[in-house]
């Protein structure tokens, strides 16, 4: 079921996504609410798994991971054994940071941050040895556009 949320909670949410390092203070002043009903907002929140957690955003490039990559896999085989040897496989290789299964023609899209292309050739000869794949391929990211882990939170 999905949780009850109102402007004033909308509103807390896109303050904490743009900043969670904010105090409970600073959101209430911002959202024009008091402080205690701030707080319980955030509590039920996280209680209802509306907040699932936050975090530190870091600059990749300033860590050496300038390239993003797009690897677009097929597979043949779509067994439990194959699954759960290809969900091993993406959750230990720490340069892979989103995995999703595909409607259409694509099984899997990964998303990866590397060095550069040779980091991405080590990454990806990781991943065909931990795991059979009947085609990979991969998009290298010549401009970040717009990337964002903000989620609308406004009422359309």
Same mark, same amino acid.
């Given at each position: 079921m999905r949780p009850k949320l109102d402007e004033i *909670?909308?509103?807390?949410?896109?303050e904490l996504q743009r900043d969670a390092t904010l105090s409970v203070d600073q959101v209430s002043e911002r959202v024009h609410l008091s402080r205690n009903a701030c707080w319980r907002r955030i509590r039920r929140m996280e209680t209802d798994g509306v907040i699932t957690g936050r975090v530190t955003l870091v600059d990749a490039d300033k860590l #050496?991971? #300038?390239l993003s990559v797009f690897i677009l896999v097929r597979t043949s085989s779509h067994?439990? *054994?194959?699954?759960?040897?290809?969900?091993?496989?993406?959750? =230990?290789i720490s340069e892979i940071?989103?995995?999703?299964?595909? =409607? #259409? *023609?694509? *099984?899997?899209?990964?998303r990866a941050r590397v060095s550069d292309v040779k980091a991405y050739d080590r990454l990806y000869q990781r991943l065909i040895a931990a795991v059979p794949l009947t085609d990979v391929s991969a998009s290298f990211v010549m401009e970040e556009i717009k990337d964002t882990t903000i989620v609308p939170v406004e009422i359309r």
């Open positions: *909670d909308r509103r807390i949410l896109g #050496g991971l #300038g067994d439990p *054994d194959w699954l759960g040897k290809f969900n091993a496989a993406v959750h =230990s940071t989103g995995v999703f299964r595909m =409607s #259409g *023609d694509l *099984d899997y899209v990964l």
